[in-house]
Structure formats: C-alpha cells, structure tokens
C-alpha cells in the first residue's frame, strides 16, 4: 500500500479523448485512486494542456479532431519526457506498432476495463518515476538489438546504424526486428509474411519482396549490392552477421 501511495501522490493524469462517457468513466476511477485528472476533447486541446500543466502521464485516443493520437504523441516524444498509453477502437496490428513506433508506451484497445487501465497507469508510473536507473544493463538489453553496426532501439522503434537514427515504418520495423533477433537464420518469404503481417501467406504475393527492397533502401549502403540483408535464392532471406562489421 505504501508504494502505491507514492505512485498516486502529487501524480497528474491526462485523458485526451473526443467520447465524453470514456472521460468520465476514467475520470471517476482515477480521481477514486487519488489521481489528479486533466482532461481534452481534441489532440490540439491535450497538446495546450501539456504546454501550461505538469502531467505525469498521457492516455491518448488516437481518433480525435484537430490533431489526431499520432500526431499528438510525436510533439510529445519531441518535446516531453513521459509515459504515453494508447486508448483506441482501432486494433490492427499496423495501428499499434504505429503508435508504440512514435513513442507510445502501451496500447489498450477499446473497449475496456476500467480496473485494467488503472493497473496499467501505475505499472507506467513505477517505471517511468520509481524504478528509473534501476537495474539499466538488464533495461538496455530488453529495449535494443544490436547486430554489428546495427542497433534496434524498440522503445522508439528506431534503427541507428553506425550511430546515425534512420527512421523506420511499423512494417520495416517488424521486418527488421525479425532478422535482428535470428541473425544468419533464413527466413522463407511465407515465415516472414505471417511474422510481420500476422495474416496466412499468399503464395503469389509480392508484398515482401517489396518491403525488403524498401528496407534495403534504408539499411544499405548501396541497395543494388547489399551487404546487410541478404537474398538466398530459393529459399529466403537472412540478415548476416558475418557482413555486419562496422
């Protein structure tokens, strides 16, 4: 009870969402816990509240008017340091890599428990504000893969290759992540497809072929001879450790 009394004290949340029932909803159980509430109609509206107010943490909508969820996350990520929960009716897995890609650090979908909201709020707080610099060599290697001169940052899903950030798609990110984690594995175009995509392979589909050259694009130093990721005809591709060195 005593750390959860220090998780709530003095702790300002705000609810930027357009449904006035979810606002209050989350306004009657946060303010139960002893949470200060702010709360905003539009993304613009949350975005001026953060400007004036000190806020602790964001529950976010991503479906709002004036500035949309994304939008309002990445001033955020530009400008603030706090944590960001997404609240939204829209579930695709391409919404929330999107979300959690821009800076968010959890996804909720809609419709939900109240209960699990609050639960998820003050697992944030404690690791944004209670546990931060604890344990940071066991942190670090959750958060990032590195893979020779290649470092996959999965808070900010983005790559940084021989230091310099290149921004990265939800798609391009999971690809990567893919091939990061299994360096020198093959991966068939059909384990890849339904990895990244989360949907049954299409044996005519060109659709990873297209997101590998997208990602060569990005990754490689020269596309047309890449060194990085790796075509194994007939079979796959690879990201290769062994053509990674810096």
Same mark, same amino acid.
């Given at each position: 009870?005593?750390? $959860? *009394?220090r998780l709530v004290k /003095?702790?300002?949340i705000l609810i930027a969402d357009d449904e006035s029932d979810i606002r209050e909803l989350l306004r009657l159980f946060l303010e139960r816990e002893g949470y200060r509430v702010l709360e905003a109609i539009t993304g613009r509206e949350a975005w001026n509240i953060l400007q004036r107010e000190p806020v602790d943490l964001a529950v976010?909508?991503?479906m709002m008017p004036e500035l949309d969820g994304y939008q309002l996350i990445a001033r955020i990520r530009e400008n603030h340091r706090l944590p960001v929960i997404i609240l939204s009716a829209k579930t695709g897995d391409v919404d929330k890599v999107t &979300?959690? /890609? !821009? &800076?968010? $650090?959890?996804f909720i979908s809609k419709p939900f428990s109240p209960i699990e909201i609050v639960a998820r709020i003050k697992a944030q707080l404690r690791r944004y504000y209670e546990l931060k610099g604890a344990e940071p060599a066991q942190r670090s290697e *959750? !958060?990032? *893969?590195?893979? &020779?001169? !290649?470092? !996959?940052?999965?808070?900010a899903c983005v790559l940084y290759k021989r230091g310099e950030a290149i921004s990265l798609g939800p798609l391009e990110y999971k690809l990567l992540r893919l091939l990061m984690e299994a360096p020198g594995r093959i991966f068939t175009k059909r384990q890849i497809y339904e990895n990244v995509w989360n949907e049954p392979y299409l044996e005519d589909s060109n659709t990873v072929m297209v997101q590998i050259s997208r990602l060569r694009d990005k990754l490689e130093d020269d596309p047309r001879e890449p060194r990085f990721l790796i075509t194994i005809k007939g079979l796959g591709y690879k990201l290769d450790p062994r053509d990674v060195a810096p």
């Amino acid at each position: 009870m005593e750390q $959860d *009394t220090r998780l709530v004290k /003095g702790r300002t949340i705000l609810i930027a969402d357009d449904e006035s029932d979810i606002r209050e909803l989350l306004r009657l159980f946060l303010e139960r816990e002893g949470y200060r509430v702010l709360e905003a109609i539009t993304g613009r509206e949350a975005w001026n509240i953060l400007q004036r107010e000190p806020v602790d943490l964001a529950v976010v909508d991503i479906m709002m008017p004036e500035l949309d969820g994304y939008q309002l996350i990445a001033r955020i990520r530009e400008n603030h340091r706090l944590p960001v929960i997404i609240l939204s009716a829209k579930t695709g897995d391409v919404d929330k890599v999107t &979300g959690l /890609g !821009l &800076g968010a $650090d959890d996804f909720i979908s809609k419709p939900f428990s109240p209960i699990e909201i609050v639960a998820r709020i003050k697992a944030q707080l404690r690791r944004y504000y209670e546990l931060k610099g604890a344990e940071p060599a066991q942190r670090s290697e *959750t !958060l990032k *893969t590195v893979c &020779g001169p !290649l470092m !996959l940052d999965h808070e900010a899903c983005v790559l940084y290759k021989r230091g310099e950030a290149i921004s990265l798609g939800p798609l391009e990110y999971k690809l990567l992540r893919l091939l990061m984690e299994a360096p020198g594995r093959i991966f068939t175009k059909r384990q890849i497809y339904e990895n990244v995509w989360n949907e049954p392979y299409l044996e005519d589909s060109n659709t990873v072929m297209v997101q590998i050259s997208r990602l060569r694009d990005k990754l490689e130093d020269d596309p047309r001879e890449p060194r990085f990721l790796i075509t194994i005809k007939g079979l796959g591709y690879k990201l290769d450790p062994r053509d990674v060195a810096p």
